[in-house]
């Protein structure tokens, strides 16, 4: 547990509220990697049973970029197997797809009418993603709000997400201030909780950019959640690294490789920087480095892969599953809707006033 989530705990605590509300969500395009595993999915699969959560596989977000739509299908039912395989647990956690709530589009629409186009054309995301595309959807203009009604029509009040996200979170809580101001108190207004190390995992063959799904497909990029043994040896050894041959902790970024590699044997293994520090002492050179550091990830990802092939050869229970988790999102969801339509003066069918 970060010093941030234990601070909040104990806030919590204190103030005698029950149990804090968490969303988060996850695209279903390309393939996951161990990005947003140790930097989302460990932490929310680790932290269930203190929070209420909602877990939601973002479909309407991937069609903000091209899509194969038949792959998109495959996909969704993947990543849903990969969710429950990494450890969600539908007893402890409601795990849905966004496009079976059908309030989260009416309430982008809603939140659209609140927010000023010039909040959308700062996002970093946005400009990045326009520039690497020759026609820019509307969709991915407005991806920011989706994802702000996402998290506030369900009233959370963390948003547990990697460090790539934290600028959407902020313009969510602008959102919800906004709307609060203008209709009265009306949504919570969330907070992003980053974990410290795992909150931005770096490429294997280029430390200075983030691991991502969109580059997964490059040899050596990334280790992918379901990656077999032997590939994840191979791309960890081949892991771009320095000449210093010092295992230890650093923000130099000549040495952001070996901290790259370091962080992710952190997060795996939830020890210290010291204890890692100290499991190296013994070790020579980068060659033990990456064998080590290898050998944690096959461990963890390991029986993933296996229950997730398990899953996978029963896509009705996955369905059945999903479906379940959808009835508990609407629950929650459909009444906050209803809501916000009677607070912008829309009328809702068959209630006077
Ligand atoms: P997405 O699908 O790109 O990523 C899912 C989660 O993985 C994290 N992540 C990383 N963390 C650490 N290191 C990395 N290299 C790395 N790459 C990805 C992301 O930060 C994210 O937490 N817009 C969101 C999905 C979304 C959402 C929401 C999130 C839609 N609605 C509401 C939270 C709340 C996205 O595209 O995540």
């Given at each position: 547990m970060t010093t941030e989530i234990k601070i909040q705990q104990a806030r919590a605590d204190m103030s005698g509220e029950t149990r804090r509300r968490v969303f988060s969500g996850i695209q279903p395009s390309g393939d996951v990697q161990l990005g947003n595993y140790l930097g989302a999915i460990k932490g929310w699969a680790d932290r269930q049973a203190e929070k209420e959560n909602f877990f939601c596989i973002v479909d309407l977000h991937a069609l903000t970029t091209p899509q194969d739509p038949d792959e998109l299908r495959h996909q969704t039912r993947s990543l849903a197997a990969m969710l429950f395989a990494a450890g969600l647990d539908p007893d402890k956690s409601t795990i849905f797809i966004?496009?079976?709530?059908?309030a989260h589009a009416e309430g982008c629409w809603l939140l659209n009418c609140v927010t000023p186009v010039g909040w959308l054309e700062r996002m970093t995301q946005f400009k990045e993603k326009a520039d690497n595309q020759e026609r820019v959807s509307t969709g991915l203009l407005d991806y920011p709000v989706l994802m702000a009604g996402d998290i506030i029509l369900y009233d959370a009040h963390e948003v547990p997400v990697g460090e790539d996200q934290r600028q959407h979170v902020e313009l969510a809580r602008d959102i919800a201030q906004r709307f609060n101001r203008i209709?009265?108190?009306?949504f919570v207004v969330p907070e992003a909780v980053i974990p410290e190390i795992g909150g931005r995992v770096m490429g294997?063959?280029?430390?200075?950019v983030k691991m991502s799904k969109s580059f997964s497909?490059?040899?050596?990029?990334a280790v992918r959640l379901l990656d077999e043994p032997d590939e994840i040896d191979r791309s960890i050894k081949r892991a771009v690294t320095d000449n210093e041959n010092e295992i230890r902790f650093s923000d130099d970024p000549e040495r952001a490789g070996v901290n790259n590699l370091l962080g992710i044997y952190k997060v795996i293994t939830d020890k210290t920087e010291a204890e890692v520090e100290s499991d190296f002492a013994?070790?020579?050179?980068y060659g033990d480095l990456k064998k080590r550091v290898a050998e944690v990830v096959i461990e963890a990802l390991t029986p993933i892969r296996e229950r997730y092939n398990r899953l996978m050869g029963d896509v009705e229970e996955l369905d059945r599953l999903l479906e379940r988790g959808a009835d508990q999102a609407r629950a929650v969801a459909d009444p906050k809707l209803d809501e916000v339509k009677h607070r912008m003066g829309l009328i809702l069918p068959g209630r006077k006033g």
């Open positions: 966004q496009s079976h709530v059908t209709y009265g108190d009306t294997l063959n280029d430390p200075s497909h490059i040899r050596g990029h013994d070790a020579r050179g």
